[in-house]
């Protein structure tokens, strides 16, 4: 993750390998997520060159964690991404997605950042 535009804006720039059920290799995509605060809260957009996310709130939790949520409509589904620093150099990430018009959010994919020292 970056400091951009002269700090006010975080950019993360990642490349994610996905994995089938068994371990096997499925394939591999490029994504970027542009933080920024905004009306008084963090806001975010997220692109992996086919979808767009615009994530519309944030709670933070100094020192804890961070939750951004995409606005619920009655025809798209909701999306939620929660980073949760669960040890000084570990951030647990969890992607959940709730159906249109739905509340229930379901884990799509989760993982773990270890920042090596």
Sequence with gaps: ?????????????????????????????????????????????????????HYLAAIVKPGESVEFTSAARPDTPTFRLAYHLTAPTTLEVTFSMAQPGGADFQPIATGVLNRGG
């Design 1 to 53: 993750m970056t400091a951009e535009a002269g700090g006010a804006v975080l950019l993360r720039r990642d490349h994610t390998d996905l994995f089938d059920a068994a371990g096997k290799p499925a394939g591999a995509m490029d994504q970027i997520m542009m933080i920024y605060p905004e009306g008084g809260t963090l806001r975010a957009d997220y692109s992996d060159g086919t979808h767009v996310i």
